[in-house]
């Protein structure tokens, strides 16, 4: 799948902008920068070689080239959406040479929006791009609270998922500024109310009795703990205050999921016995959707780790330094508490009190979440070896060269 280089890149991203303020360590900063995010690093151009793939149409972007075991050569609303507001990033960080990129995209989803007929999380991923550079949120805001619909996973099908929930609440967030700047006051006041009614909602997904965000609500067979959850956190941050603070990778509630969603895979993943790569270096533990997963990448057996899963933990550790920075102190409560010590903070803390950025908890917290990140990432360049990902890795096996079969593996290059 072609948002795995999204993701990745999208780490890189949030690393320049941690090390500004937090040293990182040099192996994990030099993998990102010189294998990853640079023009000629494997994930970049794995990433702009997926948009308009030869004998696929302009502006479209497959998931992945893979034509069998399985077939994935497909446009995917919600990967196209999320590969291209990666690259609206890059856009706007000044890589003008995919202003066409978008373009493409641009004119492609005009023409396949007339064909949607579920109201699931792909529209508002890409109401969500497009408002970025150009309007594609009616439909979401006609359609969200009609009907089931499928999760992250494409696999069971509902109207509460908190993944679906969040990227629809984000959507409507940008809307309102976005039609408030194009003079439309009455689109802008119905963004500001579906915002709301979908915020009510989110709230339900929190089960304070077993202290963790539950993906899907009334999901049979599956206990709740949902990599999803750590995604939808990731893809409705902006920091920019209001609503969209609710469930942020600040918010306790996603702290307390953590540990928990952690500790399911260590249990189900020999592979995380692995705790240090070939230098010697300590290596996070591999994440990968749910532990109850039996997907293999092209049939059901058993589920591995999945690369997009254990860069977004990495990655929401990355998003609390840089909001706890810019907040410039760190509330201790009695649902978080227990995150941070799971992480590795050493320091006196107390439910109920704020820490100041001058304090030595403050400095011990973002110090511990950089060096859990940078884990987390090390595991990754661990089995992809140099920025070329697959799907899945394997759940049994250390050597970084075996990697489970899946449908996000690219032709050598």
Not at 160 to 173: G, L
Not at 242 to 247: A, K, P
Not at 280 to 286: D, E, K, Q, S
Not at 293 to 314: H, Q, R
Request: overall charge neutral; hydrophobic content about 40%.
């Amino acid at each position: 799948m072609q948002f795995l280089p999204a993701a990745l890149l999208a780490v890189s991203a949030l690393v320049s902008s941690v090390s500004a303020v937090v040293p990182l360590q040099a192996d994990v900063t030099a993998f990102l920068n010189s294998e990853v995010a640079a023009p000629s690093g494997i994930a970049y151009k794995g990433l702009v070689d997926s948009i308009s793939y030869p004998g696929t149409a302009v502006g479209s972007v497959i998931a992945s080239p893979s034509k069998s075991q399985p077939d994935y050569f497909y446009h995917w609303i919600r990967d196209g959406a999320l590969v291209m507001d990666a690259v609206n990033s890059l856009y706007a960080n000044g890589d003008a040479g995919l202003e066409s990129k978008l373009w493409d995209y641009l004119r492609f989803y005009t023409k396949l929006q007339k064909t949607q007929t579920r109201p699931s999380d792909g529209p508002a991923l890409t109401a969500s791009t497009l408002i970025r550079f150009s309007k594609a949120l009616d439909y979401v805001a006609a359609n969200w609270g009609k009907g089931g619909n499928c999760d992250l996973w494409e696999e069971v099908r509902s109207d509460a998922h908190f993944y679906t929930r969040m990227v629809q609440r984000r959507a409507f967030v940008e809307g309102i500024e976005f039609a408030k700047a194009n003079g439309d006051a009455a689109a802008a006041d119905n963004y500001g109310k579906q915002s709301w009614y979908i915020g009510e909602r989110l709230d339900n997904h929190w089960d304070a009795g077993r202290g963790f965000v539950v993906e899907t609500l009334n999901a049979g067979g599956r206990s709740g703990l949902n990599a999803a959850t750590l995604l939808a956190s990731i893809h409705t941050d902006t920091a920019s205050g209001g609503v969209i603070d609710q469930f942020s990778p600040t918010d306790d509630r996603i702290q307390a999921t953590i540990p928990k969603l952690v500790e399911s895979f260590k249990q189900v993943f020999p592979i995380n016995g692995a705790t240090k790569n070939g230098a010697g270096l300590p290596i996070g533990p591999a994440l990968g959707r749910y532990s109850e997963d039996i997907y293999n990448g092209i049939n059901t057996s058993e589920g591995n780790p999945w690369f997009l899963c254990t860069l977004a933990n990495a990655e929401i550790y990355y998003r609390m330094i840089v909001r706890y920075k810019t907040a410039g102190t760190i509330k201790v409560t009695d649902r978080n508490l227990g995150f941070f010590r799971y992480i590795g903070v050493q320091s006196s803390l107390s439910a109920g009190q704020s820490y100041a950025a001058s304090s030595a908890q403050f400095n011990d917290i973002v110090n511990s979440l950089a060096v859990r990140g940078d884990e987390l990432v090390r595991r990754v360049q661990y089995h992809s070896g140099n920025g070329r990902l697959t799907e899945q890795y394997s759940n049994t096996t250390a050597s970084r060269s075996v990697l489970a079969t899946s449908p996000g593996r690219m032709p050598p290059s």
